[in-house]
């Protein structure tokens, strides 16, 4: 389990804790923060947020609303991507 923190920019909007293996979205839900979605399974793109600090596990292969552009821009898939450790994610996603 790791510690969350949800930002919009420098504003601290929520904390929680995620479970093992838990996708980002259900913990931001559970520290009262919206991450929008549309297809839940990584190819939309709509829960694009942008990891600030801490680390996450990216999927192999990468789906389809993930790139190595925003893997380089610290872009997570909030719908189907979990925290390995404490992280800051920024919901404002890197575009």
């Known amino acids: 389990m790791a510690i969350v923190r949800f930002?919009?920019?420098a504003l601290l909007l929520g904390v929680a804790e995620s479970e093992?293996?838990?996708p980002l979205v259900e913990t931001a839900e559970r520290a009262?923060?919206?991450i929008p979605t549309n297809c839940t399974s990584g190819n939309c793109g709509t829960c694009l947020v942008?990891?600030?600090e801490g680390s996450m596990e990216?999927?192999?292969?990468?789906p389809p609303g993930l790139d190595e552009f925003l893997i380089e821009d610290s872009g997570v898939l909030a719908c189907s991507m979990s925290a390995e450790?404490?992280?800051d994610i920024d919901v404002i996603p890197p575009l």
């Not at 990216?58 to 990468?62: E, H, K, T, V």
């Open 7 to 9: 930002f919009r920019g």
């Open 20 to 22: 093992p293996d838990e």
């Open 32 to 34: 009262g923060v919206d």
């Open 50 to 52: 942008r990891l600030k």
């Open 58 to 62: 990216y999927p192999d292969p990468l």
């Open 85 to 87: 450790t404490p992280c």
